[in-house]
């Protein structure tokens, strides 16, 4: 089956370090975006890329970065200098064509700052 | 710049009544316009869409009609069931710019409590 896979469900990480959230896709599409989803808040835009090894930032960049080196990955870091990051981080992909784009979500990653 | 705005929730109805959620949005351009829906634990899934003015999406008895006079797109639902509760979020995604790229832009979720 084709999908978006991220991993891990949840993850716990220690104040001052850095940890890789895992995002990859089989459904050959070129675009991808990291969202972050925080209690009572809508989704908001942390980073997106259109092609391999392009990004841009989003609404909220500050404290993250990520790579694109292949197709199928988009690797979100959150770093050290994210200063509130305990919250959902939601992986997406989508076609970059005319017309609709509708856009296909993982099942999410809980980070947790202990 | 694109945004959308809907309603404040929590929302709380009995089962079997009539949902209405509204959406209003802000773009230049064509947009495209979505529902997502978050059930408790679990990602985003696509609910419906609608692709130009006056087209109606429909799925698992919702709806919502792309208004582009009013630039808005309400959900809908006749008649709700407890398995409704879910957190649900409006959507746009504005076309390709050349040599740009596109992101959707997503309102701040509306949560359903149904109550048996």
């Known amino acids: 089956d084709g999908g978006i896979t991220q991993s891990p469900k949840y993850l716990f990480r220690k104040e001052g370090q850095n940890v890789t959230l895992s995002c990859e896709q089989n459904l050959n599409h070129d675009a991808m975006y990291w969202y972050r989803q925080d209690p009572g808040q809508g989704l908001r835009l942390i980073y997106y890329s259109q092609i391999v090894n392009d990004f841009q930032k989003g609404d909220i960049a500050e404290g993250y970065s990520v790579s694109r080196e292949k197709k199928e990955s988009f690797p979100l870091t959150v770093t050290s200098a994210q200063k509130n990051p305990t919250a959902f981080y939601l992986c997406?992909?989508?076609?970059?064509?005319?017309?609709?784009?509708?856009?296909?979500f993982g099942q999410g990653t809980r980070l947790t700052v202990v | 710049g694109n945004s959308v705005t809907q309603m404040e929730g929590p929302v709380t109805l009995s089962e079997e009544a009539f949902l209405t959620i509204n959406c209003t949005y802000t773009a230049t351009g064509y947009p495209s316009l979505f529902w997502y829906v978050q059930y408790p634990g679990e990602g985003l899934q696509l609910l419906l869409k609608?692709?130009?003015?006056?087209d109606k999406g429909s799925n698992k008895g919702f709806e919502a009609t792309y208004r582009k006079e009013t630039t808005s797109f309400h959900l809908e639902k006749g008649s709700v069931q407890v398995s409704d509760s879910a957190v649900y979020f409006c959507?746009?995604?504005?076309?390709?710019?050349?040599?740009?790229?596109?992101?959707?832009?997503f309102g701040a979720g509306t949560r359903l409590f149904v109550k048996a």
């Open positions: 959507a746009l995604s504005n076309p390709p710019r050349p040599g740009g790229g596109f992101k959707t832009i």
């Open positions: 997406a992909s989508s076609i970059t064509g005319t017309g609709s784009v509708r856009a296909f």
């Open positions: 609608a692709t130009k003015a006056d």
